[in-house]
């Protein structure tokens, strides 16, 4: 029988705070991490373009991310 296979990002890189998790998915959050990005104010200093280019961003993580800032009353640049 095959063994099902983790991939080794998830295993070694635990994201340390709970900052947008259930709103968008793990690679985004990790990659907000390492930007050091870990509230909505330093989030809206960047724009939806610059967003865009990180690891994990896609249409679909933008899309979230704007419903939820915006209940949030927090917007991007």
Request: glycine letters at 4%.
């Amino acid at each position: 029988m095959a063994k099902f296979l983790k991939p080794i990002c998830t295993e070694r890189h635990v994201v340390s705070n709970d900052f947008l998790k259930g709103i968008i998915a793990m690679p985004a959050r990790r990659t907000l991490e390492k930007e050091k990005i870990d509230s909505l104010e330093k989030l809206s200093d960047y724009s939806e373009s610059e967003l865009l280019q990180f690891h994990g961003f896609g249409k679909n993580t933008m899309q979230k991310l704007k419903v939820y800032m915006k209940n949030n009353d927090a917007f991007l640049k």
